[in-house]
């Protein structure tokens, strides 16, 4: 098991390190100038020399390549904002929690909701509760998560006054966002979980389990669902990536300060260093989602802790 961890912790090194490459180089071929755009039209030469030797812009794309990656991964320096002139990791790591509790909200209700759903359509396949289920989730996953928080705003927060419309003072300022952010998975995993279980129902071992009169609840938690939970873990580790890159125009929308708004605000501003770091630290989320997903792999299914398990007796 632990050979098993220590190489998807290798591979998660690798994806952050091409992640930080790939976002570094889309930055650094962005046309215009960064100096114009803080110094304005009316700057001069020196003035605009100065800034951009100020921040190592002058300097090939290897070597701010290199700074840039060296900074980040061997001294854990994230920058410095162009804008605001301060530490970039300050910011990250106030909204960084906002963000994680987003994510790990709307993953936590499409749990919640999806696979009960995908198990009610399944164990009543072709019935009416089937099509209800499967009626939902084509709906849930047809309808934009901006524009349903736009009108969620609009019903819930201006005309009812149930939830504030922006902002995060309250308890309940989350709800609209975690509702807004969770449908389109809630669909997904409703989907995935309905598929994976209709291939179950069909195994021979349910068919005999049945024969020797084991209970119908017995059957479905202690046969059915673990057997059908690795596409839909699959499902639920894929949905955080979804979510973040979703719960950016979430955050937007509901004026929550998160690592999303941070990364948008620097974007409008051209604050490279900003963008550089959000991405990279919604990656890490995203990869160790992932990580946690790999392991419950290895929990659910025998097959792979053997595997490793046994490339490790045989050495």
Known sequence: MGRYVFNRLLWMIFILIGVAILIFTILYLVPGDVSTH???ESATIEDRAAFNHKYGLDQPYLAQLGNFLYSLFLKGDFGTSFK???????ELLVRIPRTLFLGVSCIVVNALIGIPLGMMAALHQNKWQDTLCMVLALLFVSVPNFWLALEMVDLFAI????????GI????SWVMPIIAGSM????ANARQTRSSMLEVI???FITTARAKGVDEGIVVRRHMLPNALIPVVTGLGVGPSKSIAGNVVIERIFTIPGVGTYM???????????????VVIL???SSLVMLLVDIVYAIIDPRIKAQYSGKAKGK
């Open 202 to 204: 069909r195994a021979d």
């Open 84 to 90: 605001y002139n301060t530490p970039v990791i300050e």
């Open 159 to 166: 005309r009812l006054g149930w939830f504030p419309p922006f």
């Open 283 to 285: 990656a890490v989320f």
């Open 38 to 40: 803080f110094l304005g």
């Open 184 to 187: 389109a998975g809630v669909a």
């Open 264 to 278: 948008l605000s620097g974007i409008d501003n051209y604050d490279y260093p900003i963008v550089r770091s959000s």
């Open 169 to 172: 003072d309250k308890t309940t």
